[in-house]
């Protein structure tokens, strides 16, 4: 069977309360071997160490959320250090700017990401990144920064020609379920362009849907769906897809070294 990693989801989210462990127990019949839980908010991060400590297969991640940066401050760093220390958190994040709802003020989510930046690379972590309709500042951001930086963005909305930038700098790329949605132009052109080789697979579960599935629930049973797509779009098998996508994840997250 083919083996799928899941380099992004939320299986902490209140959504996933009256079902979490049905969920999870589903996953190895539709080839999903690797989760990646994500952690947006340090105040809630329990949620994941508990995932993370009951399922050998599910890792986690933890940063603090560009929405959420208004409520950061030294203490939750430091607790963002104590849980990073978990052999099975893989990276700081997801971390960044977002300046499409802008719940936090753009001063504040940016000093946060910087000190968010400078904590992977004092911990010598990859990040995991989230911008949304800011990356300009994120790119001045990321440059000035860009010693021991690597990780992925997630998600990634920018063009071609950001994108080449985030590669020079070290970076990786996540698509999820948006790739499949009518409307997905621009990612799919990324695609197109992108080598391979930086490319994970992620379901932002329980958010972007794929279709067929959009207004339903999202969870990691679908991330075969993007497989596929990125097969469609890449002129190669699912399966092959699948099989480079997982190899990326272990390199980018470097799997190796939590062996």
């Known amino acids: 069977m083919t083996k799928l990693f899941d380099t992004h989801a939320h299986l902490n989210d209140e959504a996933f309360d009256a079902d979490r462990e049905q969920v999870i127990e589903?996953?190895?019949?539709?080839?999903?071997?690797?989760?990646?839980?994500?952690a947006c908010d340090v105040r809630t991060v329990d949620k994941t160490l508990a995932l993370v400590e009951k399922y050998p297969f599910i890792y986690g991640t933890a940063g603090m959320h560009p929405h959420d940066a208004s409520a950061m401050d030294n203490s939750l760093m430091d607790r963002l250090k104590e849980v990073l220390s978990n052999k099975k958190m893989l990276a700081l994040g997801e971390i960044g700017l977002d300046y499409h709802y802008d719940f936090s003020p753009r001063e504040v989510q940016r000093k946060w990401f910087v000190e968010q930046l400078e904590l992977a690379r004092e911990l010598d972590l990859p990040?995991?990144?989230?911008?949304?309709?800011?990356?300009?500042?994120?790119?001045?951001?990321?440059?000035?920064?860009?010693?021991?930086?690597?990780?992925?963005?997630?998600?990634?909305?920018?063009?071609?020609?950001?994108?080449?930038?985030?590669?020079?700098?070290?970076?990786?790329?996540?698509?999820?379920?948006?790739?499949?949605?009518?409307?997905?132009?621009?990612?799919?052109?990324v695609i197109e362009k992108l080598p391979i080789e930086s490319i994970l697979l992620e379901t932002d579960c329980p958010y972007m849907t794929p279709v067929?599935?959009?207004?339903?629930?999202?969870?990691?049973?679908?991330?075969?769906?993007?497989?596929?797509?990125?097969?469609?779009?890449?002129?190669?098998g699912a399966d092959e897809a699948a099989h480079i996508t997982y190899q990326n994840a272990e390199r980018v997250f470097e799997m190796h070294r939590k062996a």
Do not use: W
Not at 159 to 182: H, M, P, Q, R, W
């Open 26 to 38: 589903k996953l190895g019949l539709c080839g999903v071997e690797r989760v990646i839980d994500v």
């Open 127 to 189: 990040v995991t990144l989230h911008i949304r309709e800011a990356f300009g500042d994120c790119m001045e951001i990321l440059k000035a920064h860009k010693n021991g930086l690597r990780g992925v963005m997630h998600c990634y909305s920018g063009s071609v020609e950001t994108a080449y930038e985030c590669l020079d700098l070290g970076l990786a790329f996540s698509f999820g379920g948006a790739i499949t949605f009518k409307n997905a132009k621009k990612p799919i052109e």
């Open 212 to 236: 067929p599935h959009r207004g339903e629930r999202n969870d990691p049973n679908f991330i075969g769906l993007v497989a596929q797509k990125l097969a469609e779009v890449r002129g190669i």
